[in-house]
């Protein structure tokens, strides 16, 4: 059994100058199995347009057949034999 610690998180809002303007930046303070962690986390522009059109499919088990169907953050659900 892997072993895990629950941890109190700070976390700071700040903005940030860069080529398109204002960027918002995280700053998430933790301290975990005697490490203190520091991380400065920035909004990912690139990915987060990609991943809207990227789609997702949960398996799912109906009559002992397996399916995979579209997650239902699309408008709509499409069953993949």
């Known amino acids: 059994m892997p072993e895990y610690e629950l941890v109190h998180i700070r976390l700071l809002d700040k903005r940030s100058a860069d080529d398109d303007g204002l960027v ?20 990912n ?5 990609r991943a809207q059109n990227m789609k997702v499919f949960m398996a799912e088990t109906r009559n002992g057949k397996l399916k995979y169907v579209e997650a239902p953050s699309s408008s ?6």
């Open 45 to 49: 522009t690139d990915f987060n347009e």
């Open 76 to 81: 709509t659900t499409n069953a993949v034999s």
């Open 24 to 43: 918002p930046n995280k700053r998430i303070h933790l301290s975990a199995f005697g490490k203190e962690l520091n991380l400065n986390l920035k909004q």
